[in-house]
């Protein structure tokens, strides 16, 4: 995809653009106030500051972006290559990341001592947010949301082999690839629902594990299921993405993964030209991004 200027992109190049880039611009919005409570956010629009735990930089992003962009790069000849991501999120881990959950570090220290693996066991308590927070990359990719939903069932299994972490992955990755083909929000929602009835299991139904938020309350974990139904409440409830945006960071908690999600369902809805052009501007990371759409 050029990234000579993302505003001039065709429509539909536009909503893909929006989807990870508004992933991004969520992930490094929300990273400052991460581990904050809802009082320590500052009145006022919010903008990229850096700063919070990590000591980031202004427009630095986090463990979401890099593990979508390895998600990305599983696409990058076609198919999903579930290998390639594997590599590449070890190799991302090579780095010495700032952060890394404790689930995906257990996870690719598996997969490193396991060369040939796709996925780890079972593991029923596997139910952090570190697979949904990359779930949107299958949206953008896959060809359809039937697709996009088996691909991020899958792949969630490489670090977070949950029921719960993926059907939230599956949800959010159908969801996606429904709003970039202007589905309206609660139409696709519906439809992805339906994409997953198959994966219901005895006291565990997608549709209502998974539903929206009543309100934006706050949580201070990184919980998948909460953090997906805030992504769904954001979506549904503005039209325009900064209200969207600021309204799921402003909880704080585990803001960056929680305004990762949100930004990638709201980036989908409104796109490229709808995140605000300063955010757009300042995140970085952006380029290499957009050149794995």
């Not at 429509?11 to 929006?18: C, D, I």
């Not at 995906?104 to 693996?117: F, M």
């Amino acid at each position: 995809m050029s990234v000579e200027d993302p505003r001039a992109l065709p429509p539909r190049e536009s909503r893909h653009a929006g989807a990870i880039l508004g992933l991004a611009v969520g992930d490094t919005l929300g990273a400052t106030y991460e581990f904050c409570s809802p009082r320590a956010v500052p009145e006022g629009p919010l903008e990229m500051v850096g700063g919070g735990w990590l000591g980031l930089e202004p427009g630095e992003t986090t463990d979401d972006t890099a593990l979508t962009r390895a998600v990305l790069a599983g696409y990058e000849d076609g198919p999903l290559d579930l290998g390639r991501v594997r590599d590449e999120m070890i190799s991302w881990q090579n780095t010495e990341p700032k952060d890394i959950g404790n689930q995906t570090h257990k996870a690719l220290d598996h997969l490193r001592c396991h060369p040939n693996a796709l996925s780890l066991p079972e593991d029923p308590e596997a139910q952090g947010n570190g697979a949904v927070m990359r779930a949107a990359a299958h949206g953008v990719k896959a060809k359809d949301a039937e697709e996009a939903a088996e691909n991020a069932w899958t792949e969630a299994a490489l670090t977070h082999p949950s029921w719960e972490a993926r059907a939230s992955s599956s949800l959010v990755a159908a969801l996606v690839a429904n709003v970039l083909d202007e589905i309206q929000p609660e139409e696709a929602l519906d439809a992805s629902y339906a994409l997953l009835e198959g994966r219901d299991e005895p006291g565990k139904r997608v549709r209502e594990t998974l539903r929206p938020l009543e309100g934006y309350e706050h949580n201070p974990g990184g919980w998948t299921v909460y953090t997906t139904r805030l992504a769904l409440l954001g979506l549904l409830d503005v039209k325009s993405f900064r209200p969207g945006l600021e309204a799921v960071v402003r909880l704080g908690g585990d803001a960056d993964t929680n305004g990762a999600v949100a930004g990638a369902l709201l980036g989908a809805r409104f796109d490229v030209g709808g995140i605000p052009s300063e955010w757009l501007r300042d995140v970085k990371g952006r380029d290499d991004l957009l050149r794995l759409l």
